[in-house]
């Protein structure tokens, strides 16, 4: 399975019947009047010209200027129960699940998805956890951790993305989150559940940022308090999403694979080292860790 990195938008189709046959294009047009993007009068201009063109509402839409892209994402998004990213929203764009739901890139996260599910999280009520992991810095493995707790999230399943990276973490910043609290002060107890941040505009999804960056992860990760807080909070969420540091540097992230019972394996094409690769696998396996399979970056 390859996780391209994100590509343009493609239209998005809007299948709606015309406005006498049913209430799905009024629907539509009642969503973005509730919202205060159209007006009802508006809704009279796209239906008219629509009945005279036979084309789709939200195209008859942005060819008057009454609509943009924006607005067709956000009804689509109401419509249908799924949360998505404004254009002006401050997290990073390498949040593709939520920016460019319809995008190559993100059908591949859904595909992936579909494979996590069938191989893991729904065989055993008690496997909820999964460690991302790579053998090197810079393939990705962020990247992959975020979008997948994502495209998770959009299921309607409540997702926790943890950033166990106590190295150099990055979900602080993919999330926009600054400095908070996060992992390395929980693992101490000098924070509780109140680390962990609900993102407003995804909201099955959560983020436990990575916290100060303290001068012994690998000793806090392996500390029975890890496994612990790992348990309690399966007691809140149907899936954790487990971001780690590169492996060929430290132990960290087989530690935490070990925790977490299964682990997804990145590497970068053309970037990747294989024998590194092939080591890290074996060391897992050796650690009883499910490896359920690997995930080719930037292909």
Known sequence: MNVRQPHGIRSVPLSVPSRSTGSSVSAFGGI????????????????????????????????????????????????????YLPRDSSLSRELVAAYQPDSPAVED????????????????????????????????????????????????????????DLRTPRQQQLFNLG?????????????????????????????????????????????????SLLRSFGDDFEIIIIDTPAASGYADAQTVAARAGAALVVARQDSSSLPQLAELTQGLRGHGVNVLGSVLNAA
């Open 32 to 83: 973005l009047v509730d919202a205060g993007r159209l007006t009802p009068a508006d809704v009279e201009r796209i239906l008219d010209l629509q009945l005279v063109s036979g084309t789709r509402f939200g195209e008859v839409g942005q060819t008057l200027g009454l609509m943009t892209p924006d607005d067709v994402r956000y009804a689509l998004s109401v419509q249908f129960d799924y949360p």
């Open 179 to 227: 400095q908070p609290a996060g992992l390395s002060e929980m693992l101490v107890g000098r924070a509780g559940a109140e680390a962990l941040v609900g993102i407003a505009a995804l909201r099955d999804l959560s983020v436990l940022p990575a916290g100060v960056v303290p001068p012994n992860p690998q000793e806090l990760l392996g500390r029975r308090t890890f496994p």
């Open 109 to 164: 996260l859904r595909a992936l998805r579909s494979q996590l599910m069938l191989r893991w999280f729904d065989t055993v009520p008690e496997r909820k956890g999964l460690a991302i992991v790579s053998a090197g810095a810079g393939e990705g493995r962020s990247y992959l951790a975020a979008n997948l707790a994502i495209v998770f999230s959009q299921l309607g399943a409540r997702t926790l993305l943890v950033d166990a």
